[in-house]
């Protein structure tokens, strides 16, 4: 069964992070890693599959930047825990983004100085 670990960035929501920071809850147990799959949306090669330590990236949640530069488009995110003599749990529950990082000047408007 699969849980619902991750937190932000909220699912379907859309960001303009070059540098997706994520994060997701501690499940019910203590994985000593986690791996972190960031793939285009609906599947296919894996942008970003890094393992972690979990010693470096969680408190009382787990929130890490990868360091691979995505390019505007639609993502899909997923991760897992490792723990020695348990292995690897199921990957937890898929959420999706959207990278948008041209941004819109709002103020000042066209011409104004």
Same mark, same amino acid.
């Given at each position: 069964m699969k849980s619902s670990w991750p937190i932000s960035p909220a699912d379907a929501s859309t960001i303009d992070q070059m540098h997706p920071v994520l994060t997701w809850s501690i499940p019910g147990w203590t994985p000593e890693d986690y791996e972190v799959v960031i793939e285009p949306l609906g599947g296919g090669t894996p942008l970003v599959d890094q393992w972690v330590s979990a +010693?470096?990236?969680?408190? &009382?949640?787990? %929130?890490?930047? /990868?360091? /691979? %530069? $995505?390019?505007? =488009?639609?993502?899909? !995110?997923?991760?897992? =825990?490792? %723990? +020695?003599?348990? =292995? +690897? &749990? *199921?990957? #937890?529950? %898929? !959420? /999706?983004?959207? $990278?948008?990082?041209?941004? *819109?000047?709002? #103020?000042? #408007?066209?011409?104004?100085t």
């Amino acid at each position: 069964m699969k849980s619902s670990w991750p937190i932000s960035p909220a699912d379907a929501s859309t960001i303009d992070q070059m540098h997706p920071v994520l994060t997701w809850s501690i499940p019910g147990w203590t994985p000593e890693d986690y791996e972190v799959v960031i793939e285009p949306l609906g599947g296919g090669t894996p942008l970003v599959d890094q393992w972690v330590s979990a +010693a470096a990236v969680c408190t &009382s949640d787990c %929130t890490w930047m /990868t360091n /691979t %530069t $995505l390019s505007d =488009g639609d993502y899909q !995110w997923q991760v897992r =825990g490792y %723990t +020695a003599g348990v =292995g +690897a &749990s *199921e990957f #937890s529950t %898929t !959420w /999706t983004f959207e $990278l948008n990082s041209k941004v *819109e000047l709002v #103020s000042p #408007s066209s011409g104004a100085t």
